[in-house]
Each structure stands twice: as structure tokens, then as C-alpha cells.
């Protein structure tokens, strides 16, 4: 017997006492696991963030909500970044002069996108327990493949708002009809030999602007200062 075999052969045990008629939304999924671990404030909630996204090898930096633009061209400058594809709808005032703005277009290809140096982005939700970025293609953030292709993404969270402490919760706030992208730290694998090689189906780096109120330093807080 394959391996194919015992598969099918688990899945139609299971699903011996199901009626043939019956679909899978007529029935009610009891969903009474965890949503949150545990009770943090708002301000414990982006520090748990924080943590997070530096364990996945994301640099995190925090700014007020003024401060985005300086920020941004900081990071900009420290990569030698001299052209950034930008979504339709990121605020103006995030690129520095001087920058070579690329406005996102269907029209641009894998290879005009490897081109440019950074792409700036906006962000729908994040998820502090898992350091998760998510992305649904809102006007701030653009098309999945801006942010696949180049090799440097900075992405701006807007603190305490965009932030939750669960998948659970960052669903609630997600509609399932637009493409979602989640992010997880630079684009990384490994071999079987566990060498890790980053940037193989994604950015090899990912700057994280935590813009909003500051974030009292606590163990394991990553700071920019």
C-alpha cells in the first residue's frame, strides 16, 4: 500500500458518519480555542511585537507619528538606496527629496523591479505574537510583487493601531477578498546542512518603523538609539 493509500484511506475513515449531502458551511466549527495568550496592554502588545520581528532578523525602528520621513530617508541613505518603487497611495511625505521615485505599474516587470534599490510600504495589521507584517494590498501597499522583488523593504506600522496581539485578531480585521501577503522576516531558507540564505524569494532585508508612541525599553527590546 503507497503512502497515497493510507492518506486517502484516514480521510474517508474521518468522514465515514458525514453524510454525502452535507457541505462543509452547514455545519458549524466550534472555535473555542485561545484567541490572545495571555493580557497585555496596547503599549506591552508593540513591545511583544518588537521582540518578535527582531528574532526573525527584522531591524526595528521607532519614530512618532512626525517623524516617518526622517526615518525613512535615515534608512534609505544607510542602504545607498538611490531609487524606491512606491505604491499609489503612500503618503507624500515619507521619501526624501532627492530620491528616484518609482511609481508601482502593472507595466513593471520582475526585471525593472530587481533594478530598483528599496520599496516603502504601508501595512494593514501586524500580529505581535508571531512578528507577522500583513500586507492585503491597500493603496499604501501596493501589489504583492513590490514587495517580493526588491532586495530592501521598509515597511511603517502606525503604533498602537495597527497592531494585535493574535492571528485570530488580525483576520477579524482582514477581508478574505484581497490578496494577503504575511511577512515574517526577510525572505530566508536552508539547507539540510542549516546554512541559512536569505533574500531567495523575497526582500534580503526589512526595516520595520514602528511609528506612534514610544515604546518604554524593556528586556529583549530592540531600540535604533
Do not use: N
Not at 483576520?171 to 530566508?188: F, H, N, V, Y
Request: aromatic fraction near 2%.
Amino acid at each position: 500500500m503507497s503512502q497515497r493509500d493510507l492518506v486517502l484511506g484516514r480521510v474517508r475513515r474521518a468522514l465515514a458518519d458525514v453524510p454525502r449531502e452535507e457541505r462543509p458551511d452547514e455545519v458549524p466549527v466550534a472555535r473555542d480555542y485561545l484567541r490572545v495568550h495571555g493580557a497585555r496592554t496596547p503599549e506591552e502588545t508593540v513591545r511583544l511585537l518588537a521582540v518578535h520581528l527582531a528574532d526573525y532578523r527584522a531591524r526595528v525602528h521607532h519614530c512618532d507619528g512626525d517623524g516617518v520621513a526622517a526615518k525613512v530617508a535615515e534608512l534609505l541613505s544607510a542602504r545607498g538606496a538611490r531609487s524606491v518603487v512606491a505604491p499609489p497611495g503612500l503618503p507624500g511625505g515619507w521619501l526624501p527629496e532627492g530620491i528616484d521615485r518609482i511609481e508601482d505599474d502593472p507595466g513593471l516587470t520582475a526585471r525593472d523591479l530587481d533594478a530598483v534599490d528599496s520599496v516603502v510600504t504601508g501595512c494593514a495589521v501586524a500580529v505581535a505574537e508571531t512578528g507577522t507584517l500583513v500586507l492585503d494590498a491597500s493603496p499604501d501597499q501596493g501589489r504583492r510583487r513590490i514587495t517580493l522583488v526588491p532586495d530592501h523593504h521598509v515597511c511603517v506600522v502606525r503604533v498602537p493601531d495597527q497592531v494585535v496581539a493574535s492571528v485570530p485578531e488580525a483576520l477579524e480585521r482582514l477581508d478574505p477578498g484581497r490578496p494577503q501577503t504575511w511577512i515574517s522576516g526577510p525572505s530566508a531558507t536552508s539547507d539540510i546542512e542549516l546554512d541559512r540564505v536569505e533574500g531567495v524569494h523575497g526582500p534580503r532585508a526589512l526595516d520595520v518603523v514602528l511609528a506612534g508612541p514610544a515604546v518604554a525599553a524593556g528586556p529583549g527590546v530592540p531600540s535604533d538609539d
